[in-house]
């Protein structure tokens, strides 16, 4: 891709600036699928998009490669304005921009090595450059036992391991996916965002993703940009988006995945106001070197009483991760002390509310 006139190597691998996309519904109102968008996507690192289902995800990835022409705005990619080209130079500068889909979109009737070569081809590649590249972007990908299969002989896994491959062929600098992971079950989702993020480290590819689960963005980004109604409305590295969730979207979104939804049984219990003889409820989270100290330990000493209700601990990047509801119980007092102190030492906690003790031992 060209850089700006001036030479300095552009700040950001992904410039949008007030990117808006209206669609018009099926009974003619328009819907603002983007809404004002303004990201900065840093080279080199795994970003994750997230959001609910009609957030506008899959509308901010097709702007980033113009598939989808943003109706205001500017997406600089690379140093290149691309909303200043022709339908000519931008699919010259596509072929810098891989991407992979839910669905793997793979040709049926084309071996594995010739999907993956079919991009080279496209791209004007000589016929004697093509099969050793091919090669290599199988051996990467661990599929060169299967060159000569036909897609429908593969698994999820394989056919996605594919489509990586056939993104890759022209090195792109930037990797685009298109809830890559959707289609697969837990364990071939973890390998292929393991691949993804080998793939990032070696290659020094930036990956930009989108999905609607949590799981695959603890499991893979180091940013979070997080849509609702096509608008941000939060982004920062994933460990503090985790840890410290400021928007009750991005909050809700986190419940499933750290475990920390409250039981149905409590929150039917759940009052705002002191009960008699009661616990207060709280959800706790807590990430790196306080995840891993005695954090409850601290708390029985200061005469508070817990009573664990739900949580999870798991890792965050190459940090322990930990969510937990407690219910606490002792005197207000020495609760509110408590609190403060844990978040004093970086704690994020919500105070939930209060219950009977007896409806937390029914839990
Ligand atoms: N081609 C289209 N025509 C009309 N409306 C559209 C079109 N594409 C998207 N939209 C609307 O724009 C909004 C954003 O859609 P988009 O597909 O970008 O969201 P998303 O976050 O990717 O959703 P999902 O997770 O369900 O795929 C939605 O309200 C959607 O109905």
């Known amino acids: ?72 705005g500017r997406v600089v990619v690379d140093g290149t304005d691309l909303t200043m080209l022709d339908e000519p130079a931008l699919r010259r500068v596509r072929q810098s921009i891989g991407m992979i889909f839910q669905h793997f979109n793979l040709l049926a009737n084309r071996t594995v090595a010739g999907n993956v070569a079919l991009s080279l081809e496209l791209a004007g590649w000589n016929r004697d450059r ?102 941000i409305i939060e982004q920062g590295p994933v460990a503090t988006v985790f840890a410290h969730p400021r928007h009750p979207t991005t909050r809700r979104f986190l419940l499933g995945e750290t475990g920390t939804a409250l039981p ?35 708390l029985g000493r200061m005469g508070i009483g817990v009573r664990l209700v739900a949580g999870r601990v798991q890792s965050l990047g190459d940090q322990p991760f930990a969510g937990l509801v407690a219910a606490l119980t002792g005197p207000a007092g020495g609760i509110n002390d408590a609190i403060h102190q844990l978040r004093a030492q970086g704690a994020e906690i919500e105070v939930l509310g209060h219950v009977a003790t007896d409806a937390v031992t029914a839990v």
Do not use: W
């Open 264 to 298: 149905p049984a409590l929150a039917t219990r759940l009052s705002s106001a002191p009960v008699q003889d009661g616990a207060v409820l709280i959800r706790l989270h807590a990430v790196g070197g306080l995840a891993a100290s005695p954090l409850l330990s601290d």
């Open 130 to 231: 093509i099969g050793p590249r091919v090669a290599e972007l199988l051996a990467l990908v661990g599929l060169t036992e299967k060159a000569g299969q036909y897609p429908a002989a593969l698994s999820g896994g394989q056919k996605q391991r594919v489509g990586i491959a056939r993104a890759l062929a022209p090195s792109p600098r930037l990797l685009l996916c298109d809830e890559a992971t959707s289609a697969l079950d837990p364990e071939t989702t973890r390998q292929i965002l393991a691949l993804i993020r080998r793939i990032n480290r070696e290659l020094g590819l930036t990956v930009l993703l989108i999905t609607h689960e949590m799981g695959v963005v603890r499991e893979v980004a180091d940013q979070v940009v997080v849509l609702e109604a096509g608008r």
């Open 1 to 72: 891709m060209t850089q700006q006139a001036t030479g300095a190597p552009p700040a950001s691998m992904v410039r949008l600036s007030g990117i808006a996309k209206i669609f018009q519904s099926k009974d003619g109102t328009p819907v603002a699928a983007l809404d004002g968008i303004d990201l900065d996507i840093p080279h080199g690192g795994i970003t994750a998009i997230v959001g609910p289902s009609g957030a506008g995800k899959s509308s901010l990835l097709r702007a980033v490669n113009m598939l989808e022409r943003p109706d205001a």
